[in-house]
């Protein structure tokens, strides 16, 4: 056991009585998976902090029932990124979606948890696709248009070529009309001029642009947010609408909700989302 330090972005964050798990380096990648008794598991890539447990399940519950929740026919979908499959796992809740190309661009991530219940059992689905091919290589074979388009991808220095023009120029020939892209923009102790950055040129590649965060309220958190892009203002989807069509059970959605969902979208270009911190024991 020992005392967990990382620094991301130039904060120095920490954990008691912390171990390393597993540590995976494929190629340019390398994954830690850490255990701590305050923060439960810790998934560090490329030397970055991605999320804990405690804050696992709020991250990509919200990310992926909000944004699904905003488009009207989410069929078509493209995950770039999120290895772990928790963010994949919850897309797939909804029973609309046709199909889901799914891009590994973190290899160790992918090693560390590919053989986890979770995973398991996504590979298994006809609808899902899974490619390990580079993001630009695949983006660039041709595939079908997408309705929406999940880029969940780190900031770390080996993810560089994917804050070029290139990136967001070939997602944007990507979308149908009427369809969203969201991109992750990491956390309040990120590089903010990276994050001006992303900021500036998703706002050159799409019609609408904004930005949303979610609060993290311990010790090891942060403020992390996406920057998402849509030919509608995703701030005035009726959550009346969405109260009626969710097709998730409470019991399998422990965090989103219409209100949170209008809270996040409905503040100005840096929103906040607070709530309670739900612990998440799934696997990992």
Known sequence: MKKFEILNGGACLSAKNA???????????????????????????????????????????MLAHSIMHSHHQP??????????????????KHNIVRRLDWVINQKATWSMCEENKTIAAIKKLDKVNI??????DFLRSGPKPYDVVFSEVSLAKTDQLLRTHDYYQVVAKLIKPGGIAVFQSGMTFFDQKVIATQSKMVAEHFHSSGKM???QNFSVGGLKSWMWASAHDISEVNVGLIAKRLEISPIHCEYYSPERHKLLFNQSTECVAAGDITESSEEI
């Open 19 to 61: 171990k390393l798990v597993k540590n995976v380096k494929e190629g340019q990648f390398q994954s830690q998976l850490w255990q701590s008794d305050e923060l439960g598991w810790m998934l560090v890539e490329d030397g970055l902090l991605r999320y804990s447990q405690q804050d696992a399940l709020i991250y990509n519950e």
């Open 131 to 136: 490619s390990m091919e580079t993001p630009l």
């Open 213 to 215: 965060a979610l609060m």
């Open 75 to 92: 069929l078509n979908i493209l995950v770039i990124g999120a290895a772990d499959g928790m963010l994949v796992e919850n897309i797939l």
